[in-house]
């Protein structure tokens, strides 16, 4: 009965490649986001979803893309990857009127 | 824009001890919320405990407490009795009012010695 899910929990592919991170949240929660920890472990917003709708995009190159097909779900597609996509990905989730976010176990992505 | 500072990379700690991991934090929203995680060497994030900006009290959570010093801007955590398992990183994290996303410090690394 995991909260926030997230698939794969390692990713290693080769630089050029697409690739999708998968996340899936069984909470009823409304709003979704994706961080990501560089290798300094400095975690930054990425997105956010509202509703299945963006709210927030920070700088992120356009490579990345993210997908919310319904309110449990928030996918992450990146394209052409290159070596500084290497990192961890965590998608979390919230309720509006709620406090606390509740994050996935993230996706170590290694691009080699 | 929201701003959140924690100036100790690592931290020692002996077992038993208590110990205080520093926070401070930039926001001009009156209304905000004030987070810590932890995440041990496994990688998952771990929510220790909260703070409102009107809460009265200093949050606390078992060995958890959160100091709460408004008018300075901190919102450190103290440890109490610290366990060999307590070794990992630290992070704080704010947000303002609304559903908005998490803004977070660098983290500290805190080693618990036996």
């Known amino acids: 009965d995991t909260a926030v899910s997230q698939t794969p929990k390692y990713l290693v592919t080769q630089m050029g490649n697409d690739k999708s991170i998968k996340c899936e949240q069984n909470?009823?929660?409304?709003?979704m986001y994706w961080y990501k920890q560089d290798s300094k472990k400095f975690l930054k917003i990425m997105f956010s979803?509202?509703?299945?709708?963006?709210?927030i995009n920070e700088t992120v190159p356009n490579r990345f893309s993210p997908k919310s097909p319904d309110k449990a779900h928030l996918n992450l597609h990146i394209n052409s990857l290159e070596l500084g996509d290497s990192a961890v990905y965590f998608c979390?989730?919230?309720?509006?009127?709620?406090?606390?976010?509740?994050f996935g176990p993230g996706t170590r992505l290694t691009v080699t | 824009a929201q701003k959140i500072t924690q100036t100790q990379p690592g931290m020692f700690v002996q077992e038993k001890e208590a110990v205080t991991l520093d926070c401070t934090y930039d926001t001009s929203d009156p209304s905000y919320g004030l987070f810590w995680y932890k995440q041990p060497s496994s990688g998952e994030m771990i929510f220790l405990i909260y703070q409102g900006s009107y809460d009265q009290q200093n949050a606390t959570e078992g060995r958890y407490s959160l100091n709460f010093q408004k008018a300075r801007k901190s919102a450190n955590l103290v440890i109490s009795a610290s366990q060999l398992g307590d070794s990992a990183m630290y992070f704080c994290a704010m947000r303002d009012s609304g559903n908005t996303p998490l803004v977070f410090g660098k983290g500290t690394r805190l080693s618990v010695i036996a």
């Open positions: 979803y509202n509703n299945k709708e963006l709210i």
């Open positions: 979390a989730s919230s309720q509006v009127t709620g406090l606390e976010q509740y």
């Open positions: 909470l009823g929660h409304d709003t």
